[in-house]
C-alpha cells in the first residue's frame, strides 16, 4: 500500500494548518492510500544539539523525546510526505524547521547507518500545506523555495503547493480560493499527479497532457 506521512508544524491541534492537513488525509484515504498524520509537537521537545557532544555511543540522538520514532517508522517509510505549516514571520513554523534540523542526526556521516537513511529520504514525493494570515503571494514564497531545495537535494518530486487564507481557527474554510479542497485533491493526486523539472538535455515528448487535449488544431 502506498503510504503517505502528513506532518502537522503548528502548535494549534485545531488550527487551519490542522484543518488542511485532515482534508490531505481524506484525498489520500478516498484514494486507498495509507495516510498518517502526525503533530510534530506529539514526538519533539528540543531543537538540534552538537551531535558530536550529545550523541549517544551508539550513534543515536540523545535527545530524550520521540523523533527517532516519527523519522524511522512513518518519514522514512513513506513515499510520499506533505508539509503542513502555518506560515511564521514568512518562513516555517518553529516546529516544522526543527524537523528537518533534527534529520541532521541521523542523515550525517557520524551516525553508523547514515547510508540507510540517505536512501529512505530520497526519492519522494512532496507536497506542502501553509496557512497564513496574508493573501500577499510573496507570503509564501521563501517557504516554497526552502521545499524546492530540499527536494532537489534528496531527488524528490516537489508535487505540489496548497495555501489557505485565514486568522481565526478553522477561517481558512471561508477561504474563496477553496484551499480545503485543495488540499483534499493534493491528497488524491500526491502519488499520480504529473511532475516535470526538465532540464537542457531531458528527453520529453511533444505533449505535457494528453494529445487529445489539443485536438482540433488548437496549438500555442
Known amino acids: 500500500m502506498r503510504r503517505l506521512l502528513i506532518l502537522v508544524g503548528s502548535p494549534r491541534k485545531t488550527g487551519n ?48 523525546d520521540q523523533f527517532r520514532r516519527v523519522f524511522f517508522e512513518d518519514f522514512l517509510p513513506a513515499q510520499a510526505v506533505v508539509f503542513c505549516s502555518p506560515i511564521y514571520w514568512y518562513g516555517l513554523s518553529a516546529q516544522t524547521k526543527a524537523f528537518f534540523d533534527r534529520t541532521f542526526c541521523y542523515h550525517a556521516a557520524s551516525y553508523p547507518g547514515s547510508a540507510e537513511v ?23 514564497l521563501g517557504i516554497i523555495h526552502q521545499i524546492q531545495e530540499f527536494s532537489r537535494y534528496t531527488h524528490s518530486a516537489f508535487v505540489g503547493v496548497v495555501r489557505g487564507v485565514g486568522n481565526s481557527r478553522g477561517e ?14 493534493l491528497g488524491r493526486d500526491i502519488f499520480t499527479g504529473i511532475y516535470s523539472d526538465y532540464r537542457a538535455d531531458t528527453q520529453r515528448g511533444a505533449h505535457v497532457w494528453s494529445p487529445q487535449l489539443t485536438a482540433g488544431g488548437a496549438t500555442d
Open 17 to 64: 494548518s490542522a484543518a488542511l492537513a485532515s482534508a490531505v488525509q481524506r484525498g489520500a484515504e478516498a484514494c486507498g492510500a495509507q495516510a498518517t498524520l502526525r503533530h510534530i509537537d506529539d514526538f519533539m521537545s528540543g531543537f538540534l544539539g552538537d551531535c558530536t557532544v550529545c550523541r549517544r555511543p551508539d550513534g543515536d540522538c540523545a535527545i530524550p
Open 118 to 140: 540517505r536512501s529512505g529520504m530520497s526519492g519522494k514525493r512532496i507536497g506542502l500545506v501553509l496557512a497564513s494570515e496574508e493573501t500577499y503571494p510573496g507570503a509564501a
Open 172 to 185: 481558512v474554510a471561508y477561504d474563496p480560493n477553496d484551499p480545503l479542497k485543495a488540499a483534499e485533491r
